[in-house]
């Protein structure tokens, strides 16, 4: 080995070193009716990052019905840097990240869904990520040890996701992540939008990386309901919209309002252009009613995205779809 590469490994190492003492990181679980595996749990998570000098725990009880808090407030009277947060009712791992990040102190930010079942002793995996440089590291469950519809439906879901997206991913919906807080702070989410931050905070220039973790056995849920897959479905088209259109959306409602427009007008052309030389009767023509209501329904849609565009413009003040990496002055 060159003397040149062992300098730059040795530089390589005294950075990750200073950073294990310097930045403080925020592992944050979300809970809920989980109270037999609490206790273990935290000893797995204190062994895991016991070479960090600066690390706090947030324990999010998601309104569990059993003495899950209960447990957690026991752990919290014998084990130090442990926060707990308990939501009132059940609202969803979106607001689970939301209520731990707002109490964390970490410029790294851990988080994970204990439904999932993953090794705790893996999450150090995506801290070092984050030292070495990326803003959003993936955990990725390998192996997966759950159903096979639930992996199935997990890899329809990530085909999809990579189609209508740039990025190339390969379990999103994890429920697995670390990310940079600064990276939390200017990417929103809410409602169940946790699962695609990568794909908001791709779109704002951060770098996003996946990392393997050990899936344990155990009992998982499974993805049986169509509901939630159209919920799915749609919390990606949410996505993707306010992602490339939340700033322009007439180039996405009046694009596809156009195309109606055109496909109706010919159709009501056609056809008039038809009655006018006698060639045919318009009684009973079902394109006739086609042409018409693509017509109208094409007028709407660019109709819609200009009272979008006049209410962007009223606010635009109001939002950044930018964001400042460095400024050297």
């Not at 109270?35 to 324990?59: G, H, M, P, W």
Request: aromatic share 10%; with cysteine.
């Amino acid at each position: 080995m060159s003397l040149s590469k062992k300098v730059n490994q040795k530089v390589t190492k005294q950075q990750l070193e200073k950073s294990r003492n310097e930045e403080k990181i925020s592992v944050i679980a979300a809970l809920y009716n989980q109270k037999e595996i609490v206790a273990s749990l935290c000893q797995n998570l204190i062994a895991t990052f016991r070479d960090y000098k600066n690390c706090e725990f947030i324990f999010v009880d998601d309104g569990s019905s059993d003495s899950t808090f209960e447990a957690l407030k026991n752990l919290a009277a014998t084990e130090k840097n442990i926060k707990i947060v308990k939501l009132r009712t059940r609202f969803g791992e979106s607001s689970a990240l939301d209520a731990g990040f707002k109490n964390a102190d970490g410029e790294y930010i851990v988080f994970f869904t204990v439904r999932v079942n993953i090794n705790p002793a893996h999450l150090g995996r995506l801290v070092t990520k984050l030292q070495q440089g990326d803003d959003v590291v993936i955990g990725v469950r390998s192996p997966r040890r759950d159903s096979w519809l639930n992996r199935f439906v997990s890899r329809v879901f990530n085909t999809i996701t990579n189609r209508m997206t740039t990025l190339h991913l390969h379990d999103i919906n994890s429920g697995v992540l670390a990310v940079r807080r600064a990276v939390l702070q200017n990417v929103p989410f809410y409602g169940a939008l946790n699962a695609f931050i990568p794909v908001l905070a791709s779109r704002q220039g951060y770098r996003i990386t996946e990392e393997k973790i050990e899936q344990m056995p155990g009992h998982f849920d499974q993805s049986m309901y169509p509901t939630s897959y159209i919920r799915r479905l749609l919390d990606l088209i949410s996505v993707v919209f306010l992602s490339k259109y939340s700033k322009k959306p007439l180039h996405f409602l009046g694009f596809i309002g156009a195309i109606f427009t055109i496909i109706g007008l010919i159709i009501n052309v056609y056809l008039f252009t038809y009655r006018i030389l006698g060639l045919i009767s318009l009684a009973g023509k079902p394109m006739l009613l086609l042409g018409t209501i693509l017509l109208i329904i094409g007028i709407q849609m660019i109709s819609i995205g200009l009272l979008g565009e006049m209410i962007i413009f009223t606010h635009a003040k109001e939002i950044k779809e930018y964001n400042i990496e460095e400024i050297i002055d």
